[in-house]
């Protein structure tokens, strides 16, 4: 039997999957499409809002009081834009840009992929599975793994199939109908937390509200 993943961003979707895996090992199955997860993994980019480490230090006693396997892998995407940018290939951050003609563009978004995605195939493979570098995958493990992503109902347009052979992707929210505004009702009422999105400080994605709060009440970011 496969391994069932959870792809932790500690975002409002991603801890909702994980504390109700939680209440499925704790109590029976309640939430039918959520698993208990073999392993719950957050990738730290280096840069995330105070709360977003706040959220996963929740999420980590939360299965760590089931004997849910949570892991942090520490992915730096920040110490290395900031290291070595310009001076050898850096992950792609989707920054705004103008050419000479004053033409307005995107750079392509890679970030997610290379920082995330990919690192958590890498951890399971070599880590979870006992693979050594460079070994091919074992016929057993061709599309034998899920990971779950905490993409909610809105965001349904993003359910794509996993590219790596050895993972089927799952969307466990979206199979529940499950908003945002719902994870974030579940979480407060079930859990009493008030959780608030995840993403980089520098993630260009972000509205001009996000860096006039974090200048005026999180300076030390």
Partial sequence: MGLKILSCGAGMQSTALALMSCENKKYGIKYHEVPIYDAVIFC??????????????FIKKACDE??????????????DYIEYFGKKRVVSIPFWS??????????MRNCTLDY???EI??????????YQKYQRLNQQDFKAHEMHLGFSLEESKRCKENKHKMFVNKF??????????????????????????????????????FFE?????HPDN
């Fill in 121 to 130: 195939i890498k951890f399971v493979k070599y880590h979870l599975l006992g």
């Fill in 172 to 209: 466990p929210l979206v199979e529940m109908n499950l908003t945002r505004a719902d994870n974030y009702k579940y979480i407060l009422e079930e859990w009493g937390l008030d959780t608030k999105a995840s993403a980089c400080n520098i993630c260009p994605f972000h509205t001009n509200y």
């Fill in 98 to 107: 103008v050419d000479e003609n004053g033409k307005k563009g995107k750079m």
């Fill in 116 to 118: 995330k995605i990919n």
């Fill in 66 to 79: 089931v004997k849910i396997p949570f892991y942090v892998l520490n992915t730096h995407l920040y110490t």
């Fill in 44 to 57: 730290d980019l280096g840069n995330e809002p105070n709360w977003v480490y706040d959220q996963v230090n």
């Fill in 213 to 217: 709060f974090m200048k005026d009440n």
